[in-house]
């Protein structure tokens, strides 16, 4: 079969027509053409005549699984509409929409948009709102990139790159973010390969947010549209689900609107020549104009005063670039001092003051969640189990008034929140722990217990997680098909992925597709039920209590009745008490094997099973002790 796949695959690749798919927008022969990512595979068709929504698009797209549609435009509104859901000051709202109308054009080099601002401007708020207009995504903004591999595969997945709440870059992070605006590619070596390279090539908008400035690197700046957004005043902020319900209603007209704007610049488009790089002075000569500042000696229409206004704004960028390290080493002192420096607060606290101030319930969900996964040693185990009871992710009031709702908890929550020094008491600053002015929520006990079990292999603590799963198959490696094919265990999650449903498949299936096998998946629960009823009669019947007892003395005349039957019926009382792993070992000491007939279930019984489970429960045994206690319990 692999080889087979194989050749087809090779086939495609050297024999067939390449075709070029696009992802979110495309140029096409007479314009540009725009995803609109839904189920009917739509597309918006954009020309200097208009735009329209067409059934077929005339080029061809593929889509990540991330990806979420775009509005269906309405025709009628006005651009202005735009300003009223988002924080960008007036003077600046031209480059904005500039960079707007450039990320559907992907033959284009792309600018890059930096949003700067303190806390409650939303800059969060107003990215959100720029990127569900070019590429509405299952995750809308993403937080600061370990490495820039991580770019890469970000912008692979994503037509725009979305970072927030940045505090700094590494200069490698913006070359890579320099690289995606004009288009370029990372290389790193395959897995499971000694030379071969793994490329990945792309050119993608990006749009970041941060309290100080986050472009520092020259090539970076040069690529910046840079908008400094105001603090919004308590009195003027609104509460988030109203600006939500408000942008949900008005996006489809914004979106009308900025295609018409979008096909109105293609129409013109032909008439702008730009022959190089535009700088002021040479904007100054093309409209026959010069700067004269009245109070300096600055006159751009002399020798001397260019030299004067080139020199002021490289101290202008130098101002800046310093700024921005000011602004970062203020941080990384406040956070040296243990203090908590903003961003979204951490589940199990709340921010008061500036300060971080424990949460109760909240905290206790930390705690049940630290010492669950101590318990249970897996991620995904407790992921499942916090899902089902209905926990989420903190909810709170960003500083500009909106709610941030809770989300459902993922496995890359959790291990960020195991690994989260902040429970510990301490504040983290680039990889350095600092003691912290806050409570800590989680003891050092088991702190170190679970980071013990973070540190072990991964893949070992996922054997030993199957491992014990195998034991919730009451009759894993006893049951067999009609034919005599071995019957496997496995689950599925419902619709909604909380409830697991557990069933038994032939082994034939496996090997050889679904469908071989005329059986098909069989509700485990039922099966179990079956086995545990027989195992049940034959613990508590008068008249199979005495046929046992028949062959255990056969086997054993050591043995005696009343053992044997105190044995069976002891057990029998704690049957619904015993652990799943012990169920599973007694029902393998009793049955060899149960058989799926026409009729119903035909079980073989271990008759040395029978005598090792009654030598067990003797007096003064193991099992008579644990079997005590277990009594005792119940």
């Known amino acids: 079969m692999k080889a087979a796949l194989a050749t087809l695959s090779a086939a495609g690749v050297n024999d067939g027509d390449e075709i070029e798919v696009h992802v979110r927008a495309a140029r096409c022969h007479d314009g540009y053409a725009l995803d609109l990512c839904d189920e009917q595979w739509r597309a918006i068709h954009i020309t200097p005549q208009g735009w329209r929504v067409v059934d077929e698009s005339p080029v061809l797209f593929t889509r990540t699984p991330s990806m979420r549609p775009l509005p269906v435009p309405a025709r009628g509104a006005d651009i202005g509409l735009l300003w009223e859901h988002t924080n960008i000051p007036p003077q600046q709202r031209l ?22 601002g303190e806390q409650g401007s939303a800059k969060s708020t107003t990215q959100a709102v720029l990127r569900s207009l070019v590429d509405p995504n ?11 591999e991580d770019v890469f595969v970000a912008a692979a997945n994503n037509w725009l790159v979305s970072y927030e709440n940045l505090s700094g870059l590494t200069p490698e992070q913006q070359d890579a973010f320099c690289t995606l605006s004009t ?75 900025l295609l018409d704007l979008f096909s109105r610049a293609l129409s013109v488009l032909p008439t702008v020549s730009l022959p190089r790089k535009q700088r002021m002075v040479d904007v100054f000569d093309r409209c026959k104009v010069s700067f004269s500042a009245v109070t300096q000696q600055i006159n751009s229409a002399t020798s001397m005063g260019r030299l004067m206004l080139n020199v002021l704004l490289s101290f202008a ?78 909810a709170w009031v960003s500083g500009s008034g909106i709610n941030r709702t809770g ?23 680039k990889g350095t722990c600092f003691e912290g002015q806050h409570e800590a929520i989680v003891d050092r006990a088991l702190w170190d217990a679970t980071h013990a079990i973070l540190a072990e292999d991964a893949t070992e603590r996922k054997i030993q997680t199957m491992a014990r799963r195998r034991h919730d198959s009451l009759l894993r490696g006893l049951l067999y098909g009609p034919n005599g094919e071995r019957m496997l265990s496995t689950f599925a999650y419902g619709k909604s992925g909380g409830k697991r449903y557990h069933y038994y498949y032939p082994s034939t299936d496996k090997k050889y597709g679904h469908g071989t096998s005329s059986l098909g998946a069989i509700p485990r629960e039922q099966i179990d039920v079956l ?15 005495q046929a046992v ?52 279930l035909e079980i073989k019984w271990h008759d040395l099973g029978w005598r090792d489970l009654v030598g067990e429960m003797r007096p003064n045994t193991i099992g008579a002790e644990l079997l005590a206690q277990e009594l005792e319990a119940a």
């Open 183 to 257: 288009g370029g590619g990372f290389a790193a070596r395959q897995l499971y390969t000694n030379g071969e390279e793994h490329v990945m090539a792309t050119k993608r908008p990006v749009v970041l947010n941060g309290i100080a400035v986050v472009a520092t690197r020259p090539d970076l700046i040069d690529r910046v549209i840079h908008v400094d957004l105001p603090t919004i005043p308590p009195a003027a902020r609104r509460d988030d689900a109203e600006s939500q319900s408000a942008w949900e209603r008005d996006k489809p007209k914004v979106f009308g609107a």
């Open 407 to 429: 989300q459902p908890i993922t496995k890359q929550f959790l291990y960020k929140l195991l690994r989260n020094p902040v429970y510990l008491g301490q504040i983290r600053h």
């Open 317 to 394: 960028q130098f101002e800046r670039e310093v700024t921005g390290e000011r602004i970062r080493d203020k941080i990384a002192a406040s956070k040296a001092k243990g203090m908590w420096m903003g961003g979204t607060p951490p589940i199990g606290y709340d921010v008061v003051d500036r300060h971080l101030v424990v949460n109760d319930h909240e905290a206790n969900t930390v705690r049940r969640i630290f010492t669950r996964f101590v318990a249970l040693r897996s991620i995904v185990e407790v992921a499942r189990e916090l899902n089902v009871q209905g926990v989420t992710t903190k």
């Open 138 to 148: 299952k995750v809308m903004l993403r937080g600061r990139p370990k490495t820039v």
């Open 95 to 116: 480059s904005v929409l500039c960079w707007l109308l450039d990320c559907f054009r992907p033959d284009t080099p792309f600018p890059v948009l930096e949003l700067v």
């Open 531 to 545: 086995v545990q009823r027989q195992v049940f009669n034959v613990l508590r019947r008068p008249e199979i209590i």
């Open 549 to 600: 007892w028949d062959r255990v003395q056969k086997l054993d005349p050591s043995i005696d009745e009343a053992q044997t039957v105190v044995a069976l019926s002891r057990l029998a009382d704690v049957w619904d008490q015993l652990f799943p792993e012990e169920k599973h070992r007694l029902v393998h000491l009793l049955i060899e094997r149960v058989q799926i007939t026409d009729e119903g």
